[in-house]
């Protein structure tokens, strides 16, 4: 496990970036396990900014995005998909065809769950996947739980991750109770997992998972096992 803390947000997002734009330089039709929420916003916008200084090419990359909110179809503006296509995919020279969200819309989460894992199969893996944390120590929507679960599969959100949420919805109420997460079987076989963190009220969770018993109390803590982990986390930005 390697972690790094960096000064502020902005170079938290730079060093992350790094470790992206390295695989796209690498592996030009590299498969990228993506993320959303507000941690990855200012990595993505470094991307961005990388592709339109004309130092990265994403036309073969591959994307599969960690989870999405059962109920909601990509042109909502909560949509995950809504989220990658806005901050990340309208903006460089990927090809839409090859992203992928787990559907929110599908009548059979059962189904889409094995469709999504069939998915990831048959792109080949992971070659790197980018976390964020939640405040209870979930990744994707893996929630605190009496057991890890593998598959991609559906989730009913925790109170605490509904009201974290809620900052994105006009009320607390509009926020999905489900959603369809990666499972972790998926997350620990990505050839690397990169995990960010932003912000001091992240401080304990992480050190809980990196540092603490391995347990599904606190599923992020499963990641202590992965081969190849780097964390970079910075405090809140004075
Ligand atoms: C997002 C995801 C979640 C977030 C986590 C932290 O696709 O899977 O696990 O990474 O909730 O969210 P932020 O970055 O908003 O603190």
Redesign the pocket.
């Known amino acids: 496990m390697k972690i790094i803390e960096t000064k502020n947000y902005a170079e938290m997002s730079k060093r992350a970036a790094d470790l992206i734009a390295a695989q796209v330089l690498l592996k030009p039709d590299a498969v990228l396990g993506l993320?959303?929420?507000?941690?990855?916003i200012g990595l993505y916008d470094e991307l961005v900014r990388r592709y339109e200084a004309g130092e990265l090419d994403f036309s073969a990359i591959r994307s599969v995005?960690?989870?999405e909110y059962c109920g909601l179809d990509g042109t909502n503006d909560q949509s995950?998909r809504y989220f990658m296509n806005t901050h990340l995919f309208d903006r460089v020279n990927i090809d839409p065809k090859n992203t992928n969200v787990p559907n929110g819309k599908a009548t059979d989460f059962a189904a889409e769950g094995e469709r999504y894992d069939a998915l990831i199969r048959q792109l080949g893996g992971i070659d790197i996947q980018l976390?964020?944390?939640?405040l209870d120590g979930?990744?994707?929507?893996n929630e605190p739980d009496d057991a890890f679960t593998g598959p991609t599969h559906e989730v009913k959100l925790d109170p605490s991750?509904i009201a974290?949420?809620a900052r994105f919805f006009a009320s607390e109420d509009e926020v999905p109770r489900s959603a369809i997460?990666m499972g972790m079987a998926s997350i620990m076989q990505a050839r690397r997992v990169l995990l960010v963190a932003?912000g001091n009220s992240?401080a304990e969770i992480l050190k809980k998972a990196l540092f603490g018993p391995i347990t599904p109390q606190v599923p992020a803590s499963l990641l202590q096992l992965h081969p190849d982990l780097t964390v970079i986390f910075c405090g809140d930005d004075k």
């Not at 979930?138 to 929507?141: A, E, R, T, V």
């Open positions: 993320a959303t929420g507000s941690t990855p995005n960690l989870d995950y976390l964020g944390i939640g979930h990744i994707g929507f991750t974290a949420n997460t932003n992240k």
